[in-house]
């Protein structure tokens, strides 16, 4: 679900967290749009699709069909990895070991539209614990 299907195979550059500069303008998806409650993230990092499916589960199993979820974010870019009897040498390597996106601080992850307060309250509470990176809840 949250796989790109096709893509062009060229290496991006490199991805390294310490050179992020601090933001000062406002971010896309830092506000909402149409939701009522969100999860906000606090730290920049890199999202996995198997980090985002399981919290498109969790946050699915508790509000079920009484509200619904729009999520902001999607892995464009990937990371690649050498075979094991590869030398040194060569470059990076050519095979995609898995999709990431990368995210910001300050950002919204994913929204919920639902009339139930304590159930959006509770599916988020439990969406925070299948994510790598701190957020918290904000509401509308």
């Not at 050179?19 to 999202?47: A, D, H, I, W």
């Not at 509770?122 to 925070?128: D, G, P, V």
């Given at each position: 679900m949250f796989t790109?299907?096709?893509f062009l195979l060229k290496h991006p550059v490199k991805h390294r967290a310490h050179l992020c500069k601090r933001v000062t303008k406002?971010?896309?998806y830092s506000s909402f749009y149409s939701g009522t409650f969100g999860l906000?993230?606090?730290?920049?990092?890199?999202l996995?699709?198997?980090h985002l499916s399981?919290?498109?589960?969790t946050i699915n199993k508790i509000i079920k069909k009484c509200g619904t979820?729009?999520?902001f974010v999607f892995p464009?870019?990937?990371?690649t990895t050498k075979s094991k009897n590869a030398r040194m040498g060569k470059g990076k390597g050519k095979t995609i070991r898995c999709w990431i996106c990368k995210v910001k601080a300050g950002s919204i992850l994913c929204e919920i539209t639902t009339s139930n307060k304590s159930l959006a309250v509770k599916a988020l509470?439990?969406?925070?614990f299948k994510l790598p990176i701190s957020s918290i809840i904000v509401y509308n």
């Amino acid at each position: 679900m949250f796989t790109p299907q096709q893509f062009l195979l060229k290496h991006p550059v490199k991805h390294r967290a310490h050179l992020c500069k601090r933001v000062t303008k406002p971010l896309p998806y830092s506000s909402f749009y149409s939701g009522t409650f969100g999860l906000k993230l606090l730290e920049f990092g890199f999202l996995t699709p198997k980090h985002l499916s399981s919290v498109y589960s969790t946050i699915n199993k508790i509000i079920k069909k009484c509200g619904t979820v729009r999520f902001f974010v999607f892995p464009t870019s990937y990371l690649t990895t050498k075979s094991k009897n590869a030398r040194m040498g060569k470059g990076k390597g050519k095979t995609i070991r898995c999709w990431i996106c990368k995210v910001k601080a300050g950002s919204i992850l994913c929204e919920i539209t639902t009339s139930n307060k304590s159930l959006a309250v509770k599916a988020l509470l439990q969406a925070r614990f299948k994510l790598p990176i701190s957020s918290i809840i904000v509401y509308n």
